[in-house]
Structures are given as structure tokens and as C-alpha cells.
């Protein structure tokens, strides 16, 4: 089945730095990417999606990059905020089913 | 619209008990699918319902179980609770299979 791994599990930058999340997956089936935040006591919240048929997208200070041959994806935070303080986890789906599987997740501590 | 949501929002439960979870996806969507998040094994995929069928399913003891009924509304089932089953319990709904919209979950803790 698939396997996501992530990296690094915690990261600390300071206001205004950029963040960077690594992911990698083991199914080649897979075609859809998605990343959550997780604030402390909230639910997963939906911050960012690519396909694979997409090699990178952007929305405002978040990024996602793809490379289908290499099977890894990433997360570019950049001019971070005190509210980008959360857990983030990447996932991937596996083929066409809607079933993700999710990295470990990285602990984000953007210090003032 | 309004979110996912989901109850109870916390449930105590004693080992040998069984549960029942509920959850009401965003209007419109069919599919929701059900996940286990613990410290220890993270966000773990327990199966998806769309249209009233069981879609797919993780590697879970068949103590788990769930349903969806015609309004889409689901409900999962753990019976003979363990004391690791306390968790997190979160379910996404879904309009296309891909984009999954999580709920504020319910936490079970088991004694």
C-alpha cells in the first residue's frame, strides 16, 4: 500500500523566514496531494491541494510543488506568521480511490 | 454552507463497551470517509462510504464498522472498545473523492 513519509517533524523559523515541508510517497497510482494544517484542539483544515498532472501551485504565500518521477512534494511557506504555528501533514491518495494516507506531520513554531 | 459536524463531540467509554459516532458531511457531498488520529500512528484511514456502499476500507479490525444512509449522513461503530482505541475520531466529506473537508471529530477516551 501507499507510504508517505514526511519531513522534518518539527521546525522552527523565525517571522517573516520561509518554511519548508518535505513529503515523499511509494505509489505511483497516486495523483492527488493534498496538505492540512492542524492548529491545537481544531480539526484538519484543508490549505492547499496539487494533481499530478500540475507541477506546482501557488496561493498567496503558499506554495506546492510536485516531481511525479522523483515521488516527493513540498510545502513552501513564505514571510510566516505567528498564525502559521500548527502541525501540517501532507498526504496522498492512492489511485483513484478517495482513501488518503498521511505523512507523520511537522510541528511549525514561528517565533516572533 | 455549513461544515461537517460531528457527535458527540467527547465520549467516555469503559473496555467491552461499544460506541457509535456520528457525522453530517456538507450539504451536497456524498462521500465521507472516517479516520483515527493518535499520537503514536498519527492519521489513520478507517474507510469511506459513497452512496450508501462501502467504497474502500483500511487495515482495521472488523470491530469497526459504519453505514451511510440516504441523506448521506454516516455513523461508525466500535464494538468491544480497547483500551487503544482512545482517540481522535474524524470523518471528511467530499463532492469529488479528492478534497476532504474534515469535521471538529469526536474524542473517545476509553477506561
Known amino acids: 500500500g501507499e507510504n508517505v513519509e514526511q519531513h522534518p517533524s518539527t521546525l522552527s523559523v523565525q517571522e517573516g523566514d520561509s518554511a519548508v515541508i518535505k513529503c515523499t510517497y511509494s505509489d505511483s497510482a497516486s495523483n492527488y496531494f493534498p496538505w492540512y494544517k492542524q492548529e491545537l484542539g481544531k480539526r484538519p483544515q484543508l490549505i492547499i491541494d496539487i494533481r499530478s498532472n500540475v507541477g506546482e501551485k501557488k496561493d498567496q504565500r503558499i506554495a506546492v510543488t510536485l516531481n511525479k518521477t522523483a515521488k516527493h512534494f513540498s510545502l513552501h511557506i513564505t514571510e510566516t506568521q505567528p498564525e502559521d504555528s500548527a502541525v501540517y501533514f501532507c498526504?496522498?491518495?492512492?489511485?483513484?480511490?478517495?482513501?488518503?494516507?498521511f505523512g507523520t506531520g511537522t510541528r511549525l513554531q514561528v517565533t516572533l | 454552507k455549513a461544515g461537517v459536524t460531528q457527535t458527540p463531540r467527547y465520549l467516555i467509554k469503559t473496555r467491552g463497551q461499544q460506541v457509535t459516532l456520528s457525522c453530517s458531511p456538507i450539504?451536497?457531498?456524498?462521500?465521507v470517509s472516517w479516520y483515527q488520529q493518535t499520537p503514536g500512528q498519527g492519521l489513520q484511514f478507517l474507510f469511506e462510504y459513497f452512496s450508501e456502499t462501502q467504497r474502500n476500507k483500511g487495515n482495521f479490525p472488523g470491530r469497526f464498522s459504519g453505514r451511510q444512509f440516504s441523506n448521506s449522513r454516516s455513523e461508525m461503530n466500535v464494538s468491544t472498545l480497547e483500551l487503544g482505541d482512545s482517540a481522535l475520531y474524524l470523518c471528511a466529506s467530499s463532492w469529488t473523492s479528492d478534497e476532504q473537508f474534515f469535521g471538529p471529530g469526536t474524542r473517545l477516551t476509553v477506561l
Open positions: 498526504a496522498a491518495n492512492t489511485g483513484t480511490a478517495s482513501k488518503l494516507t
Open positions: 450539504s451536497g457531498h456524498r462521500s
